[in-house]
């Protein structure tokens, strides 16, 4: 298994910045992506931004120019720093994993891909 634990969110005005980050643990072999997803009250959840563990990004279109996703793969953290938050930026984020985890199993030593998540921290921007 894999736990991901976000923290970092909270309430802020518009313009304003947070910097959410996600510590990854448990028995993992590699993590060949992490990112984040957000969800509003009423709404799908969405893909905000992906980060492989060779560097490569991806942003939605309604973040592009304003939020950056870095990674630390010595410790496992991803990081989402938001700049500029619009009030439609306002939901629960989460973090997610594709990770393939250490088992006695598999021939290998490892199974998975596998998709994993975070418990999701609040981000309320006010007008």
């Known amino acids: 298994q894999v736990q991901l634990v976000e923290s970092g969110g909270g309430l802020v005005q518009a313009g304003g910045s947070l910097r959410l980050s996600c510590a990854a643990s448990?028995?993992?072999?590699?993590?060949?992506?992490m990112g984040w997803y957000r969800q509003a009250p009423g709404n799908k959840r969405e893909l905000v931004t992906t980060?492989?563990?060779?560097?490569?990004?991806n942003y939605a279109d309604s973040v592009k120019g304003r939020f950056t996703i870095s990674r630390d793969n010595a410790k496992n953290t991803v990081y989402l720093q938001m700049n500029s938050l619009k009030p439609e930026d306002t939901a629960v984020y989460y973090c997610?994993?594709?990770?393939?985890?250490?088992?006695?199993?598999?021939?290998?030593?490892?199974?998975?891909?596998?998709?994993?998540w975070g418990q999701g921290t609040q981000v309320t921007v006010s007008s």
């Open positions: 980060i492989t563990s060779g560097g490569s990004m």
């Open positions: 997610s994993a594709r990770a393939y985890i250490v088992t006695t199993g598999t021939e290998t030593g490892f199974s998975g891909p596998h998709d994993y």
């Open positions: 448990g028995s993992i072999f590699s993590i060949p992506v």
